[in-house]
């Protein structure tokens, strides 16, 4: 009891340095100080027990020999070892609460001690958490500082950039700018110029052509004779002019054959009265038929001259009563030597001559191919009524696709041809156009 009261007393220390090295080999040094102790108690147990077993070998030695006791004593011993027996296991037991306080109280000191150095440690680690706390605070500011000045400085280097790239850009737009003026003025300048040349160059030839004229005027004065000879022309395209429209295509033929000079004098007759007229309708119809595919056939129905077939690249078909050159087929417009079918357009420009209209258009039926086109200009001064004559053309299987009634002098007018009329012709309206009158001068 002595050495556990000593044992008590040295674990019981005195406080504990607020250190986790101090505090681990305190602990140590109890740990092993009670291990002791409780090696020492078990073998003084074992003493004691080993102390009995003799004694009770002692005993049984001696009850085995041959002795007699009374039954008094055998009584008493008996009572006598039980008593002891009861001791025995009495003192087993207090040994054993002893331990079991011995230990609770180790525990508690040592669970003690170890929160007071747990506290103490708690202590250091605040005391060092606060003082490494404030210096990584300072450190975060200090790097805050030097980001903050290092983004100042990176806005300002940038600012400068954006004003030294805008004065540039600001300088080369100006140029750019400046040139593109420069260029759109001499454009204009040269545009100008180029006009004012034309101009000039126009005023020249015009200036050049009346002198011209003035002078030929001055020179050769028209005589009495060359009047006449005028008149006379003049006077007999009229009469040539009737004669055609008041004729049927046949009679007509027959007459120029004739006569061819009469033929010759009605197409220069024909040509000063187209020198007066604001349009020509031919130079109307040569711009359209030009638009149209190259391998179209075309068919020239009172051609004079031939001068479209000189002027587009398709080929064309000339026909009129007299030829005047190679590429003119003479011969009755009313019955032409073409197959049926066999052309895409048929082309009257000024050539609706005749009292035999509806024959013309018969034979512009035969020869075009289905969807074929009819185109015809006329004087405007012979017509009644457009309408009605679109009407008429109606019943000979053409249809009107496109008209143009905006001039004073001329009528243009386009059709396609819907169906073969070859077995119609008995039944078919007759067509009548007013005759063309010119004007004495």
Request: contains cysteine; proline residues 2%; charged residues 30%.
């Amino acid at each position: 009891m002595a050495k556990l009261k000593k044992t008590l007393q040295d674990v019981q220390m005195p406080a504990v340095p607020s250190t986790k090295t101090s505090i681990v080999k305190k602990l140590s040094v109890s740990n092993g100080i009670a291990k002791d102790m409780f090696a020492n108690m078990q073998n003084s147990k074992r003493k004691k027990r080993d102390s009995k077993n003799k004694l009770d070998e002692k005993y049984t030695e001696n009850s085995d020999a041959p002795t007699k006791y009374p039954k008094d004593d055998k009584k008493k011993i008996s009572k006598v070892s039980q008593k002891v027996q009861n001791n025995s296991n009495i003192k087993i037991k207090y040994e054993e609460n002893k331990k079991r306080k011995q230990d609770m109280n180790l525990n508690h000191t040592n669970k003690d001690t170890v929160r007071d150095n747990d506290e103490d440690i708690e202590d250091d680690e605040d005391d060092s958490s606060e003082d490494n706390g404030s210096k990584s605070i300072k450190k975060k500011e200090e790097k805050l500082k030097k980001l903050q000045m290092e983004v100042k400085n990176l806005k300002f280097m940038m600012r400068k950039l954006i004003e030294g790239n805008n004065e540039e850009n600001m300088k080369q737009m100006s140029t750019k700018v400046e040139t593109q003026q420069i260029q759109s003025d001499i454009l204009k300048l040269d545009k100008h110029k180029i006009n004012i040349k034309y101009l000039k160059n126009m005023l020249e030839n015009k200036s050049q052509v009346t002198k011209v004229a003035q002078s030929t005027l001055r020179d050769k004065k028209p005589t009495l004779r060359d009047r006449m000879q005028m008149q006379l022309r003049a006077s007999r395209f009229r009469f040539i002019n009737e004669t055609l429209y008041n004729n049927d295509s046949l009679q007509s033929k027959h007459y120029f054959q004739k006569d061819h000079d009469s033929f010759i004098a009605y197409h220069a007759g024909y040509k000063q009265q187209t020198e007066q007229w604001p349009i020509n309708p031919l130079d109307v119809i040569i711009s359209s038929i030009k638009k149209l595919p190259t391998d179209n056939v075309i068919a020239d129905f009172g051609c004079g001259e031939a001068r479209l077939a000189a002027s587009v690249p398709h080929t064309v078909h000339s026909f009129d009563f007299i030829a005047l050159n190679d590429k003119v087929k003479a011969c009755d417009m009313a019955h032409t030597p073409l197959l049926m079918n066999s052309v895409h357009v048929v082309v009257f420009c000024l050539s609706l001559m005749g009292s035999n209209l509806n024959d013309y258009i018969i034979e512009a039926n035969r020869v075009l191919k289905n969807n074929g086109i009819l185109k015809i200009a006329e004087v405007e001064s012979r017509f009644d009524d457009v309408k009605d004559f679109i009407r008429l053309l109606h019943h000979y299987g053409f249809k009107n696709t496109w008209k143009d009634l905006s001039h004073n002098l001329f009528y243009f007018m386009d059709f396609k041809k819907n169906e073969d009329i070859s077995m119609k012709r008995k039944n078919l309206p007759a067509i009548t156009l007013k005759s063309c009158v010119y004007k004495k001068r």
